[in-house]
């Protein structure tokens, strides 16, 4: 069994893809429809296919779940945790522009789980390198997360 507490997700092409771009290259205020969203230059921001399995699946093992997301418009991406209808699943929500050092430093002090027992999903490589010297078990995905990754990193955590 597992010895992780705590599951962390970056946003922009781990969570979702903004079009190919970040959620801070888009252009609010956005529109849902149906199971994307839609910027207002008509860009479509997608979650990937897996995430509300992934999400869903976290919740009924009571395995709780963070964000830390480096964009430069948080408020930007609070909204399209809003409109995605995901905000909720996540205890705690670091949005803001700033290293994930310091992400971690304040998730591990509001949620009190030791970094060693802390999972982390993210689409770049620097900050899988910044959060693996704190003792984070970080996971590079290259095209967003997936089901067979998640479980994977999860079983062999």
């Known amino acids: 069994m597992t010895d992780i507490q705590l599951v962390v997700f970056d946003l922009d092409f781990t ?4 079009g190919g771009t970040w959620c801070d290259h888009t252009e609010p205020p ?4 149906g199971d994307h969203i839609c910027d207002a230059g008509g860009n479509k921001i997608s979650l990937y296919a897996d995430v509300a399995k992934i999400l869903h699946y976290a919740q009924q093992q009571q395995l709780p779940l963070a964000l830390a997301s ?3 418009q948080p408020t930007w991406a609070k909204k399209l945790l809003q409109l995605f209808e995901i905000d909720d699943f996540f205890e705690v929500q670091q949005i803001f522009p700033d290293s994930k050092r310091t992400h971690f430093a ?3 002090q509001l949620t009190g789980v030791a970094y060693n027992n ?3 999903f993210d689409d ?3 900050n899988i390198q910044d959060v693996s010297s704190l003792g984070v078990k ?7 997360i997936s089901w067979p990754i998640f479980q994977q ?5």
């Open 138 to 144: 970080a996971v590079y995905v290259e095209n967003g």
């Open 124 to 126: 770049e490589m620097r």
């Open 118 to 120: 802390m999972l982390f």
């Open 30 to 33: 956005y529109q849902r429809r």
């Open 106 to 108: 304040t998730i591990q």
């Open 153 to 157: 990193q999860l079983a062999a955590a």
């Open 70 to 72: 480096r964009t430069y």
């Open 15 to 18: 969570l979702w893809d903004c």
